[in-house]
């Protein structure tokens, strides 16, 4: 399903904040575009190398030359492809620390400055969740619990209750009503 604009209205979120939304959104198609086009662009000089490798096998010269030129880009390659990889599953994992931190309670507005002073080396993803999620979960309770939100309050007990009439009825007429109020001066 596309990100439009008229589905983000649908949700009801404001016209300023569809804005936001598509201009982020752009930003990250157009880096991934970006990362495609250089890694293809590696492909194809890759292929190539290959390629004049052959050549330089068949003409039977130069052959040492083109196959280290030929590693070497290959390990280039490969390096991108685990940087690109590892980037890859780093975002991967911040998304569901995000989520676990969610889960636990942390209050929506301090979860961004939780996440940058997590150590998140220690956690792992396996099969696209978080590897022994309720531990983490309960070392984030302790560690974090200041930022955890209290969504109930409970009152000091009383263990003298105030004594005391209960007041004076309530007039049932105007009569009534002005007795009291003018009576009952001191």
């Given at each position: 399903?596309?990100l439009?604009?008229?589905?983000?209205?649908?949700?009801?979120?404001?016209d300023?904040k569809?804005?936001q939304?598509?201009e982020?959104h752009v930003e990250?198609?157009?880096g991934?575009k970006?990362?495609r086009?250089?890694y293809?662009?590696g492909?194809?000089e890759?292929?190539?190398?290959?390629?004049?490798?052959e050549?330089?096998?068949a003409?039977?010269?130069g052959?040492?030359?083109?196959?280290?030129?030929?590693k070497?880009?290959?390990?280039?390659l490969?390096d991108?492809?685990a940087k690109?990889?590892?980037e890859?599953a780093e975002?991967?994992k911040?998304g569901?620390?995000?989520?676990l931190?969610?889960?636990?309670?942390?209050?929506p507005k301090r979860?961004d400055?939780?996440l940058?002073?997590s150590d998140l080396?220690?956690?792992?993803?396996?099969?696209?969740?978080i590897?022994g999620a309720?531990?983490?979960?309960?070392?984030i309770k302790t560690?974090?619990?200041?930022?955890i939100?209290t969504t109930s309050?409970?009152?000091?007990?009383v263990?003298?209750?105030p004594?005391?009439?209960?007041?004076?009825a309530a007039?049932k007429?105007?009569?009534?009503?002005?007795h009291?109020?003018?009576?009952n001066?001191?």
């Amino acid at each position: 399903m596309a990100l439009t604009r008229k589905m983000l209205k649908a949700m009801g979120i404001e016209d300023e904040k569809v804005d936001q939304i598509i201009e982020e959104h752009v930003e990250s198609i157009d880096g991934l575009k970006a990362e495609r086009d250089r890694y293809k662009a590696g492909a194809e000089e890759a292929e190539g190398l290959r390629k004049q490798l052959e050549e330089a096998k068949a003409a039977g010269e130069g052959a040492g030359e083109y196959e280290e030129k030929y590693k070497a880009k290959c390990k280039e390659l490969d390096d991108y492809r685990a940087k690109v990889d590892g980037e890859a599953a780093e975002r991967e994992k911040r998304g569901l620390y995000r989520k676990l931190l969610e889960d636990a309670g942390i209050d929506p507005k301090r979860v961004d400055t939780v996440l940058k002073v997590s150590d998140l080396s220690k956690v792992s993803v396996k099969d696209g969740a978080i590897e022994g999620a309720e531990g983490i979960a309960d070392g984030i309770k302790t560690e974090w619990a200041d930022f955890i939100a209290t969504t109930s309050t409970k009152g000091a007990p009383v263990p003298n209750p105030p004594k005391g009439d209960g007041g004076a009825a309530a007039p049932k007429n105007l009569r009534e009503a002005l007795h009291q109020r003018y009576d009952n001066k001191e």
